[in-house]
């Protein structure tokens, strides 16, 4: 039984080495296939910080809340 639980224990480290090169390979061609087209379509398409519009004034208007003073008193 001993020669058994010697080529167990060499399967176990053999299994680990295989297991993490397979995650890591995984997990790779997962980050360039999904990842990596979906960040090249939203750096050109997408414009976050409104960049590419042409206006006169940087300024944004703030949407104003009906908030009042019984609204104030009834936050918790």
Known sequence: MKPVKRIWKKWL?????IGNFQSQLILSLFYLIIFSP???LYKLLADPFNLRKKLKT???KWPHSNDDLEQARKQY
Do not use: E, G, M, T
Request: hydrophobic content about 75%; charged content about 10%.
């Open 13 to 17: 480290v053999a299994a680990r080495i």
């Open 38 to 40: 979906v960040a090249l």
């Open 58 to 60: 940087n300024f944004q």
